[in-house]
């Protein structure tokens, strides 16, 4: 296994350790108070469950809490049938799966729900709490399968905008200001961070004259105080820290309360085994990274070290 290799398995460890995961959201909604508790109790254990009394009031507690993975709706409520609430949702939230309570034969409501792509599943009531739950947990598994796929598609296409952005700019760059604001531009965006820092380096030591920033402009570079860069330039060698509040060598960097950067990641920018800079990634919440994500960084610190080559011998 070569060095790079090695990197990446080891980097994968780190960020297997710091992930958690994380219980959906699922709204349920009823105007029958006996009925809008005993779902509560039902899924409480399972997913982070909201409740609502109408479709007025869920509609308003999408708009404040955004997107759930399922929606649980009774049909009959005096103010907006079930379907036609369900059908309020879609534009916004296409992938949010939704399910009908319904005591009623209301079929032809139901059909048209159901074709129009609104509804995922019907359940008569009164109904069996172990089909329910079971109707529930796969449609949750259907919503993952969707946020999946839906992330791999925005993420594959990320990642052709980066690669792309970074070829053009070894290619065509005339300028190191020129090289460093779309190459941290499109580090950003392809990773989801809220801000991202190129800084140079000369005899081991941060220049604090260049440096390029996005996401809103400049921001505040700290990057001459963190421990993860002067290990990343000492080392040679990635730092991340992927919930800054559980590291202890963190804790006492007032930068990071600061700036109220809660995941950090630091990978040294090297040519010919020379560190000639370090890339900055920064988030505002904890953050995580799967194992394509940490390779394309390591190949998109390869091309910019090119990039800044380039442009410095320019």
Same mark, same amino acid.
């Given at each position: 296994m070569d060095n790079a290799s090695l990197e990446i398995n080891t980097d994968r460890r780190q960020l297997r350790t710091l992930e958690r995961p994380k219980k959906l959201k699922i709204l349920v909604v009823d105007d029958e108070p006996d009925n809008l508790d005993l779902l509560y109790r039902t899924f409480r254990r399972d997913f982070n469950v909201l409740k609502a009394d109408s479709g007025m009031t869920a509609l308003q507690m999408l708009a404040a809490e955004g997107e759930v993975a399922v929606i649980i709706s009774d049909q009959r409520m005096p103010e907006m049938k079930g379907t036609e609430f369900l059908s309020k949702t879609v534009p916004q939230f296409p992938d949010t799966v939704r399910i009908i309570l319904t005591g009623f034969t209301d079929i032809e409501d139901l !059909?048209?729900?159901?074709?129009?792509? *609104? !509804?995922?599943? $019907?359940?008569?009531? &009164?109904?069996? &709490?172990?089909? @329910?739950?079971?109707? #529930? *947990? +796969?449609?949750?598994?259907? $919503? %993952?399968? @969707?946020?999946? +796929?839906?992330?791999? /598609? +925005?993420?594959?296409?990320? *990642?052709?905008? /980066?690669?792309?952005? /970074? !070829?053009? #700019?070894?290619?065509?760059?005339?300028?190191?200001?020129?090289? @460093?604001? &779309?190459?941290?531009?499109?580090? =950003?965006? =392809?990773?989801?961070? %809220?801000?991202?820092? /190129? *800084?140079?380096?000369?005899?081991?030591s941060l220049i604090a004259t260049h440096g390029s920033y996005s996401y809103g402009g400049t921001v505040e570079n700290w990057l001459a105080q963190d421990p993860l860069v002067s290990e990343a330039i000492a080392t040679g060698q990635l730092q991340v820290s992927l919930n800054v509040s559980k590291e202890q060598k963190l804790a006492g960097v007032a930068h990071y309360q600061q700036s109220g950067v809660q995941a950090h990641l630091v990978i040294p920018i090297a040519y010919r085994h020379k560190v000639m800079g370090v890339l900055s990634l920064q988030w505002k919440q904890p953050h995580t990274l799967r194992e394509d994500e940490l390779k394309l960084i390591h190949l998109s610190a390869q091309l910019v070290a090119i990039a800044l080559t380039s442009s410095c011998c320019g």
């Open positions: !059909v048209e729900a159901i074709n129009a792509g *609104q !509804v995922y599943k $019907y359940i008569t009531k &009164p109904w069996d &709490p172990g089909e @329910l739950k079971a109707v #529930v *947990q +796969r449609a949750a598994e259907t $919503y %993952d399968l @969707l946020k999946q +796929r839906t992330e791999e /598609l +925005r993420c594959a296409n990320a *990642q052709m905008a /980066l690669l792309t952005v /970074l !070829v053009e #700019v070894t290619q065509a760059a005339n300028s190191l200001q020129e090289t @460093l604001t &779309p190459i941290a531009t499109a580090l =950003s965006n =392809s990773f989801g961070a %809220d801000s991202c820092i /190129l *800084q140079l380096i000369e005899g081991n």
